[in-house]
């Protein structure tokens, strides 16, 4: 499978500080996807970057990708006590193969 | 669009019994997963669908699950007999797939179901 990564397990950080996230894959990729959840919720969709890009924005997220180094990494900046929540990340392969969410990475946003 | 809908969002039942869980995907997507997910082994996903046809069940734990979409707007998954393992969040997921067989494009997160089995 082409499971993703997260990197670190958890980040503890101020609010207004920028929070990074990693994610490595092994195989090659269509594309990789992010996600959040919320406690006790279901993952909500934050962006998605083919393999042909490398970074993406949306809002105070900024998305790159390394398809070299077969990484990503998740940017949020000015964090919020509301980013509070686990970030997962998706690989996608080829069309046909479902991808597969990562660990994740616990951040907490403390006021 | 009220998104994906599932039922019961909270389910506790004893080991033996059976449950059956219910999913209402996005109208007009052509694509459904199951996934479990629980503190030791995170995200896993069961099995998903594309036009109603199962293309990946190899994530189904045993021959306990199963998992059926008789039409683009339902689909059920079904545990008999239950056993005290099967705790865990169930999600179902829908997404609208451009090509191929699906799988690849965002999907959208239903609330989930609890499940307890005591």
């Known amino acids: 499978s082409q499971q993703g990564e997260e990197d670190p397990q958890a980040l503890s950080i101020q609010e207004g500080e920028n929070a990074t996230m990693n994610c490595s894959y092994k195989t090659s990729i269509n594309n990789l996807q992010w996600y959040r959840q919320n406690s006790g919720r279901g993952l909500v969709h934050l962006i998605l970057i083919r393999s042909n890009e490398r970074e993406k924005h949306s809002g105070r997220l900024r998305v790159t990708l390394d398809t070299s180094k077969k990484s990503s990494s998740l940017l949020i900046t000015a964090s919020r006590a509301a980013d509070t929540a686990s970030y997962f990340c998706?690989?996608?392969?080829?069309?046909?193969?479902?991808?597969?969410f990562g660990p994740g990475t616990r951040l907490s946003v403390l006021p | 669009d009220a998104g994906v809908i599932q039922s019961p969002r909270h389910e506790v039942t004893e080991m033996g019994q059976e449950v059956t869980l219910r999913c209402k995907p996005i109208?007009?997507?052509?694509?459904l997963f199951w996934y479990r997910q629980t503190m030791m082994r995170g995200l896993e996903l069961l099995i998903y669908?594309?036009?109603?046809?199962?293309?990946?069940d190899s994530g189904m734990p045993e021959d306990r699950f199963s998992a059926k979409m008789p039409n683009a707007s339902f689909s059920t998954l079904k545990i008999q007999p239950s056993e005290p393992r099967d705790s865990a969040v169930y999600f179902c997921?829908?997404?609208?797939?451009?090509?191929?067989?699906?799988?690849?494009?965002?999907?959208?997160f239903g609330p989930g179901t609890r499940l307890l089995v005591l």
């Open positions: 997921a829908s997404s609208l797939g451009t090509s191929g067989r699906g799988g690849q494009e965002t999907q959208y």
């Open positions: 998706a690989t996608g392969r080829d069309y046909g193969q479902n991808f597969v």
């Open positions: 669908f594309n036009n109603n046809v199962p293309i990946d």
């Open positions: 109208s007009g997507h052509n694509s």
